[in-house]
C-alpha cells in the first residue's frame, strides 16, 4: 500500500510536524515502506505461534509473600494534627 502525499500531509498535521515541501517525497516513500513491511509482517503465519510474556525461557524471581513489617499506624499517627477513626483530617480546599 502507497501512501500518496495528501496521505502524509495529514499523518503530519495530526502529529503536529512540520514538514518542509521538499521533505515530502522522502517522507512519503520512507512510510510506504513501514506500511508495505507491516502488512507483510500481518501476513505471516501465526497460527501456531504460542504467545509469550518474554523470550527467554526464564521466570520471575519473587520474594516470599509474608508480612516483614508491624502495623504502626497509631504511633506514626500521633505526630499528625488531626486524626479520627484511623484517618488523617485535613481542611476542605474546594467547594
Known amino acids: ?13 495530526l502529529a503536529r510536524l512540520r514538514l ?23 501476513q505471516a503465519a501465526t497460527d501456531d505461534v504460542v504467545p509469550m510474556a518474554h523470550p527467554l525461557n526464564a521466570s520471575q524471581r519473587l520474594r516470599a509473600d509474608r508480612v516483614t513489617e508491624t502495623d504502626r499506624r497509631d504511633d506514626i499517627q500521633e505526630n499528625a494534627p488531626s486524626v479520627e477513626g484511623g484517618l488523617y483530617l485535613v481542611p476542605k480546599v474546594i467547594e
Open 1 to 13: 500500500m502507497s501512501l500518496d502525499k495528501d496521505q502524509v500531509q495529514h499523518i503530519a498535521m
Open 20 to 42: 518542509a515541501d521538499d521533505e515530502f517525497a522522502e517522507t512519503v516513500d520512507k512510510l510506504s515502506r513501514i506500511v508495505d513491511f507491516v502488512d507483510q509482517l500481518s
